[in-house]
Antibody
């Protein structure tokens, strides 16, 4: 199993960014996927979840601003980040968290600053 | 939302010492089907989290048996029986019974 995030970078407050997570080594379409973030020097913070049937759930802090989606044909998970705030600055991980295993990507840094 | 309170926030141990980390939930993590979705992760410096324990007390694949988990309902414990140098990092409990939340973390330092 391999999860590789991309699309991070420096962005101004109020702007948008789209993260991608390329998955391999498992049947991507069969599993729900999460985005989890970690602010610099802080703990883990769940952001969003998408089920195998594309049902979505969001943390209150990002609801209405972030959108999780998936393209099963491309084995890719996405996170659209809109109306970014300084407090969204973090490493963003995609993760496949199953009953008895947990797979995480290496993370991608998003910095929101003017 | 479920809040997971981990204690202590920092732990300093010598090699070979046994230590315990507590994780207390603001709600019972037992679901209607009788499952308790409580997990323990270790995040080593500069790395992504790795699974140690799943469903309260089950050892993850490849995880040394010096790690053990116990508890029920709202109170859970991770024990390391004989700390080794490679165990340094931050330990997180995570619950998946009610959406997904993480504890605030326990940093293990080696003396």
């Amino acid at each position: 199993v391999q999860l590789v995030e991309s699309g991070g970078g420096l962005v101004q407050p109020g702007k948008s960014l789209k993260l991608s997570c390329s998955a391999s080594g498992f049947t991507f379409s069969s599993y729900g996927m999460h985005w989890i973030r970690q602010a610099p020097g802080k703990g883990l913070d769940w952001v969003a979840y998408i089920s195998s049937s594309s049902g979505t759930v969001y943390a209150d802090a990002v609801k209405g601003r972030f959108t999780i989606s998936r393209d099963n044909a491309k084995n890719t998970l996405y996170l659209q980040l809109n109306s970014l705030k300084s407090e969204d600055t973090a490493i963003y991980y995609c993760a496949s968290l199953r009953l008895a295993t947990g797979y995480w990507g290496q993370g991608v840094m998003v910095t929101v600053s003017s | 939302d479920v809040v997971l309170t981990q204690t202590p926030s920092t732990l300093s141990a010598t090699i070979g010492q046994s230590v315990s980390i507590s994780c207390r939930s603001s709600q019972s993590l037992l679901d209607s089907a009788g499952n308790t979705y409580l997990y323990w992760y270790l995040q080593r410096p500069g790395q992504s989290p790795q699974l140690l324990i799943y469903l309260v007390s089950n050892l993850g694949s490849g995880v040394p048996n010096r790690f053990s988990g116990s508890g029920s309902g709202t109170d859970f414990t991770l024990k390391i029986s004989g700390v080794e140098a490679e165990d340094l990092g931050v330990y997180y409990c995570m619950q998946a019974t009610h959406a997904l939340t993480f504890g605030s973390g326990t940093k293990l330092e080696i003396k």
